[in-house]
Each structure stands twice: as structure tokens, then as C-alpha cells.
T-cell receptor
């Protein structure tokens, strides 16, 4: 099956800093989403982005499907950005395979 | 936006009892829902796909007789953990598939924490 690796596994930022999170996948996909899991466990949709670039406020994402990776950019980070960021991919179906996650902590 | 609820949010039960978890899509219809399990500090693992009006499809290694799934309507799927044991303690999360704007996106419930004593 498809393998999904995320990096870095852990990240500590000072408030206001920028960061880039990476998601590599081992095979071609036609669905890809980025999620933020807050400290209470709720998964929040950030982007549906099987290809191309999208922006939403301080967040943006880029997927280069031909090279099998996706990037999530967080600018001017805030303490509320803390949590775990997952990418999830699917090929041919909507059964998502979740990545290993990046655990982010933003310090005030 | 698309809202998915789960009930209960927390459950503590004795070993050997059965626990039912409900997943509802509140403002859209979902013919397909998914059930995931997440252990502490780990990623989400798909357990099964719940299809309205038909049998659920289970991932390899998931016991279908232990984790009973019923998708009785377009807005409700239930997961019943039968004869629960301490190793079933976990965070169970459902999602519902919503079609909008030419794409289908999964929206997740807030999760249910199960502790089996």
C-alpha cells in the first residue's frame, strides 16, 4: 500500500515564526487533504489539495503530484496553531491513509 | 460548513460489556462514512468503511464480529465495540464523506475516548 511520511516529526516554534511541513507519499494519489488535530483530538480540515496551490489566511499548501509530495506553510505562527498536522492521501478511492504527523508546539 | 457529531465523547466501561458510538452528519447526507482508531501519539488507522444500506467493509486485521457497524440512514452510522477488553481502549473517530463543488471531502467528528477497565 501507499506509504506516507511526514517531516519533521516534531517542531517547536516561537510565536510569529514561519514553518514548512512536508508530506511525501510513495505512489500516485488523486486525493490529498491536510488536517490539524487540536489538543482535544478534533480533526480540522485545512486543505483539499490533490494538486496545485491554495491559500487560506496564514496557511497555504502546495502539492506536486508528479513528484509525490505536498507542503504546508504556516506563516506568523500563533499558539493556537499548536497540535498535530496530518496529511492523508487516497488513490482511486476515498479511503485515506494518514501520514505519520508533525507535532507542532508554538511558544508565546 | 459541514458538521459531524459523535456521541458519547467519553465512555468508561467494564471489561466484557458492549459500547455503542454514534456518528451523525448534521447538515449534509453521507452515503459513506469511515471509522478510525487512534492510539496515543500515533496516527489514525482506518478500521472500516460504512456504506448506507449495505454492509461495512473492514480493513485487514479488524475483527468484523467485534466491531459492528450499522449505517441505517444517510446521516447516522454506529460502531458497537462488543465484549470490550482493555486493549480496545482508544480514541475512535468517524468521518463522513461530503460531495461539494466537484470534490468529495472527509469531515471528521470530535472523536470518542473509550476506556475499558
Amino acid at each position: 500500500g501507499i506509504q506516507v511520511e511526514q517531516s519533521p516529526p516534531d517542531l517547536i516554534l516561537q510565536e510569529g515564526a514561519n514553518s514548512t511541513l512536508r508530506c511525501n507519499f510513495s505512489d500516485s494519489v488523486n486525493n490529498l487533504q491536510w488536517f490539524h488535530q487540536n489538543p482535544w483530538g478534533q480533526l480540522i480540515n485545512l486543505f483539499y489539495i490533490p494538486s496545485g496551490t491554495k491559500q487560506n489566511g496564514r496557511l497555504s499548501a502546495t502539492t506536486v503530484a508528479t513528484e509525490r509530495y505536498s507542503l504546508l506553510y504556516i506563516s506568523s505562527s500563533q499558539t493556537t496553531d499548536s497540535g498535530v498536522y496530518f496529511c492523508a492521501v487516497a488513490s482511486g478511492t476515498y479511503k485515506y491513509i494518514f501520514g505519520t504527523g508533525t507535532r507542532l508546539k508554538v511558544l508565546a | 460548513g459541514a458538521v459531524v457529531s459523535q456521541h458519547p465523547s467519553w465512555v468508561i466501561c467494564k471489561s466484557g460489556t458492549s459500547v455503542k458510538i454514534e456518528c451523525r452528519s448534521l447538515d449534509f447526507q453521507a452515503t459513506t462514512m469511515f471509522w478510525y482508531r487512534q492510539f496515543p501519539k500515533q496516527s489514525l488507522m482506518l478500521m472500516a468503511t460504512s456504506n448506507e444500506g449495505s454492509k461495512a467493509t473492514y480493513e485487514q486485521g479488524v475483527e468484523k464480529d467485534k466491531f459492528l457497524i450499522n449505517h441505517a440512514s444517510l446521516t447516522l452510522s454506529t460502531l458497537t465495540v462488543t465484549s470490550a477488553h482493555p486493549e480496545d481502549s482508544s480514541f475512535y473517530i468517524c468521518s463522513a464523506l461530503r460531495a461539494s463543488g466537484g470534490q468529495e471531502t472527509q469531515y471528521f467528528g470530535p472523536g470518542t475516548r473509550l476506556l475499558v477497565l
